[in-house]
């Protein structure tokens, strides 16, 4: 009995460690930064490696792993405030800062060389947005609301990652890839922190660009998402080198944009969190469907 007692308690404690690992390392981010990645490198690559994919797969979990152990390092006390937080692996004590740091250093060192392999400017991406992340947008979030643009930078990397991947080359078409998921940070991230207002106080977080939930900070969303529009149809114009959008894609594209603006306007009117959370799984399931549109769009026009 005592045997099998302590087979259980095993059994669970292991489940617990790998339940805390996952949210340390934040396995759900990861798999979308994962996503966008593998769009990129699938619209910049000639010719598919496997073997590239899976190196820039797993060199975009050991980045965002990396950056989001740093940040709940960093943010351990503040995330004990905080009730959607302070159940997470450090807050609540399951597990300690010093295997927390093991953790962010080994998937630094272990991103960095994985990138390296597909190709140098790759790996310097992906140790530039761990930096920025860690190193100046964790810091700011508690000071200014700023910390949204700073942050709108590493977060919009992964798309414009993958195509770098894929090129070893950086230039208008990752340029454009990165400008469209750098202007959709704010509304997706906007609309988070609307929810999240209340919660986001208590650990001094005030991230919203006016700091309240008005008519401001919704207007602000909806300016945003009109630059994402716009430049996420550039590809049509033939302006945006080898990135090229068919007139289809660009007005599925467009649609994509317009579906979600419709929930920004809703926000606008109705200033509610059930507005907000429709608005931040409006902004999911755009960014999305415009890679699939933008994949699929390559392989069926070429």
């Known amino acids: ?53 899976l190196l820039l797969a797993l060199g975009g979990y050991f980045m965002v792993g990396a950056s989001n152990a740093y940040n ?13 937080t302070q159940n997470r692996p450090l807050p609540s004590g399951r597990m300690s800062v010093r295997v927390a740091l093991l953790i962010a250093i ?5 991103g960095i060389l ?11 991406f992906g140790a530039l947005s761990i930096f920025l ?6 810091p700011l979030k508690t000071k200014t609301p700023l910390a949204v643009f700073v942050g709108a930078f590493p977060g919009a990397i992964p798309f414009m ?16 890839l990165f400008m469209i998921q750098f202007f959709w940070q704010f509304p997706h991230f906007w609309a988070i922190g609307w929810v999240l207002h209340d919660d986001y106080k208590k650990g001094g977080f005030n991230l919203l660009p006016t700091g309240e939930r008005d008519k401001g900070t919704a207007l602000q969303i909806i300016m945003y998402i009109f630059w994402m529009m716009l430049v996420a149809v550039l590809p049509v114009t033939g302006i945006t080198g ?13 649609l994509a944009g317009v579906g979600m603006l419709i929930f920004a306007i809703k926000l606008y009117h109705n200033r509610d969190n059930k507005s907000a959370r429709n608005l931040m799984l409006a902004s999911v399931m755009y960014i999305t469907l415009i890679q699939i549109i933008f994949v699929a ?5 070429t």
């Open 114 to 124: 994985t990138l390296y392999y597909v190709n140098p400017k790759t790996a310097m």
């Open 133 to 138: 992340y860690t190193s100046i947008y964790t």
């Open 297 to 301: 769009d390559k392989f069926i026009t």
């Open 72 to 84: 709940q390092i960093i943010e351990k006390d503040l995330d004990a405030l905080m009730k959607r």
């Open 242 to 254: 080898k990135l090229h959008l068919s007139v289809v894609s660009a007005v599925l594209v467009t």
């Open 106 to 110: 080994s998937f630094t060192v272990m």
């Open 1 to 53: 009995m005592k045997s099998v007692l302590s087979t259980i308690s095993k059994t669970s404690s292991f489940s617990v460690a790998i339940d805390d690992f996952k949210q340390l390392t934040k396995v759900g981010l990861a798999a979308s930064v994962v996503f966008s990645s593998v769009a990129g490198y699938l619209l910049g690559a000639e010719e598919i490696s496997y073997y590239t994919l």
């Open 161 to 176: 990652l993958g195509w770098v991947a894929a090129t070893n080359d950086f230039g208008i078409e990752p340029g454009t």
